[in-house]
């Protein structure tokens, strides 16, 4: 049952997928025990289900119930524990709590930091999102600091052209944007686009890779035009 309300949820059914979803969490919560790790899978689909519903304070709840459960069976340092916290900024942010979701996504990078490492793609990852979260309430200055640290970071882990790289750079070039350095903007998204082109081996891709990338190229130009237009009309 599980296995199919993940395809409901693949299929955009998540009405489905909720009743399914809450079936098997009581079943499993009886029949193998609340800590297991297939009963904390199933809530934790449950809470993403619930957010696509437009029911975020449940799927709050939902996913506050999930970091006490790790947290209490395998401790706060754990990287289950800190991917439920993660998890749980995310829901946060739905529910328009912004302070309590900045917060969290803090206590998150600290933890992971300090049980992963300050360059561990995990960790940067969420970095990555908590500049982006900052950026959507206008704080460009302390996104854009943080954004070079993990764009410098991530080229010396991932490689210049690695798709997460090359993310963050386009990440930078919104908040130099956003601090109204449009040239250094405009020129940081022309190197995403010449980075988007030279980021896999064409020689190894198939056809369907190949089609994929090439759309995903057009549409970063696409972008790059786009910005540019806006960017010249602020001149």
Same mark, same amino acid.
Request: with cysteine; charged share 25%.
């Given at each position: 049952?599980?296995?199919?309300?993940?395809?409901?949820?693949?299929?955009?059914?998540?009405?489905?997928?909720?009743?399914?979803? &809450?079936?098997?969490?009581?079943?499993?919560?009886?029949?193998?025990?609340?800590?297991?790790?297939?009963?904390?899978?199933?809530?934790?689909?449950?809470?993403?289900?619930?957010?696509?519903?437009? &029911?975020?304070?449940?799927?709050?709840?939902?996913?506050?119930?999930? @970091?006490?459960?790790?947290?209490?069976?395998?401790?706060?340092?754990?990287?289950?524990?800190?991917?439920?916290?993660?998890?749980?900024?995310?829901?946060i942010?739905s529910?328009?709590?912004?302070?309590?979701?900045?917060?969290?996504?803090?206590?998150?990078?600290?933890?992971?930091?300090?049980?992963?490492?300050?360059?561990?793609?995990?960790?940067?990852?969420?970095?990555?999102?908590?500049?982006v979260?900052?950026q959507?309430?206008?704080?460009?200055?302390?996104?854009?600091?943080?954004?070079?640290?993990?764009?410098?970071?991530?080229?010396?882990?991932?490689?210049?052209?690695?798709?997460?790289?090359?993310?963050?750079?386009?990440?930078?070039?919104?908040?130099?944007?956003? @601090?109204?350095?449009?040239? &250094?903007? @405009?020129?940081?998204?022309?190197?995403?686009?010449?980075?988007?082109?030279?980021?896999?081996?064409?020689?190894?891709?198939?056809?369907?890779?190949?089609?994929?990338?090439?759309?995903?190229?057009?549409?970063?130009?696409?972008e790059?035009?786009?910005?540019?237009?806006?960017?010249?009309?602020?001149?």
């Open positions: 049952m599980f296995e199919q309300a993940s395809c409901l949820g693949a299929l955009d059914r998540f009405a489905e997928a909720r009743v399914l979803l &809450e079936e098997v969490a009581e079943g499993y919560g009886v029949m193998l025990g609340r800590e297991t790790g297939r009963f904390i899978e199933t809530l934790q689909a449950l809470g993403t289900v619930l957010v696509q519903l437009g &029911e975020p304070l449940r799927a709050k709840v939902i996913h506050e119930q999930v @970091l006490d459960i790790v947290t209490k069976k395998h401790g706060p340092k754990d990287e289950r524990t800190i991917a439920a916290t993660v998890a749980l900024a995310g829901v942010w529910c328009g709590r912004e302070t309590e979701g900045l917060a969290m996504e803090v206590k998150a990078m600290e933890l992971q930091r300090e049980v992963l490492g300050p360059k561990h793609p995990t960790t940067l990852q969420t970095m990555h999102n908590h500049a979260s900052l959507s309430i206008g704080r460009y200055s302390v996104s854009l600091a943080l954004l070079r640290d993990v764009h410098a970071w991530r080229k010396e882990v991932l490689g210049e052209a690695h798709a997460h790289t090359v993310a963050s750079l386009y990440s930078l070039a919104v908040s130099l944007e956003g @601090l109204g350095q449009n040239a &250094e903007a @405009l020129k940081t998204v022309e190197e995403v686009v010449n980075l988007g082109e030279k980021s896999y081996s064409l020689e190894e891709m198939s056809e369907d890779e190949l089609t994929e990338y090439q759309d995903a190229l057009d549409a970063m130009r696409k790059f035009h786009l910005f540019e237009e806006k960017i010249g009309s602020m001149k």
